[in-house]
C-alpha cells in the first residue's frame, strides 16, 4: 500500500520517474547519490526507495539521532556515525556492513550540497573494505527521474574505477544546476 502511494505522489503528482532497480537478491552495496545541490535529493530518495520498496541506509552524525528526532532518522534508514577526527570512517562504516544483514548505504561522494570540483573518495573505499558493490544513483532534476544503474564492483584501481563512474553523470543536472558536479574525466 505504500509502494502505491510513493509512486501516485512521486510519479503522478510530481510528474518524477524512477528507471532501474536495485537487483532483490543484493543486500549489501554502496549507493553513490550525485548531484548533491538541495536538501529535496533527501526526499527523492525517501520516494525512489519507496517505490523500489527496498531498505536504503544512511549515515548520520550521532548528535542528531536525540529525542524526538531519532525516531525519524531511525525509520527513514539512519545510523548514528560517531564523526570525531580520531576515528576511522571508513573502517567505522565496514564494520556497520559487517553487523548487519541488509545495509544498503546511500552517500553523496561530493560530501556538501556546494559546488565541488571532486569527489571525496570514502565511499569507495568503504565499498572496496566492505567488499561490496557500488551503485551510481542520478538525482536528474533535468529529466525529473532517479536513475539507479547496476551495480560496479571496485578493482582497487581507484582512478580508472571513478573514470566509470563519473561517467555515469555526464549530462545530469542537480535541483541547483549551477551546483551540479560536473564529470572532470569525461
Not at 536538501?39 to 523500489?52: A, E, N
Not at 556492513?97 to 570514502?122: C, D, H, N
Not at 547496476?150 to 549530462?171: C, M, Q, R, S, W
Request: glycine share 6%.
Amino acid at each position: 500500500m505504500k509502494q502505491i502511494l510513493y509512486k501516485f505522489i512521486f510519479c503522478t503528482l510530481l510528474g518524477w520517474k524512477v528507471v532501474g532497480t536495485i537487483p532483490f537478491e543484493l543486500k549489501k552495496c554502496v549507493l553513490i547519490a550525485v548531484p548533491h545541490t538541495s536538501w529535496w535529493d533527501f526526499f527523492l530518495g525517501i520516494f525512489s526507495r519507496g517505490i523500489l520498496d527496498m531498505e536504503i541506509n544512511y549515515v548520520a552524525k550521532k548528535e542528531l539521532f536525540v529525542f524526538p528526532f531519532n525516531y525519524f532518522f531511525t525509520w527513514t534508514g539512519g545510523t548514528p556515525l560517531n564523526r570525531q577526527k580520531n576515528e576511522n570512517k571508513v573502517d567505522t562504516i565496514a564494520k556497520i556492513f559487517q553487523e548487519k544483514e541488509v545495509f544498503r548505504l546511500a552517500i553523496a561522494p561530493e560530501g556538501t550540497r556546494k559546488k565541488v570540483s571532486e569527489w571525496k573518495t570514502g565511499f569507495y573505499y568503504m565499498a572496496l573494505k566492505a567488499n561490496v558493490p557500488i551503485i551510481p544513483v542520478a538525482f536528474d532534476y533535468g529529466k525529473k527521474q532517479v536513475v539507479y544503474h547496476a551495480p560496479f564492483y571496485p578493482t582497487g584501481n581507484i582512478d580508472a574505477d571513478i573514470k566509470i563512474l563519473e561517467a555515469y553523470y555526464v549530462g545530469v543536472v542537480g535541483k541547483k544546476p549551477e551546483l551540479s558536479y560536473i564529470p572532470k574525466n569525461n
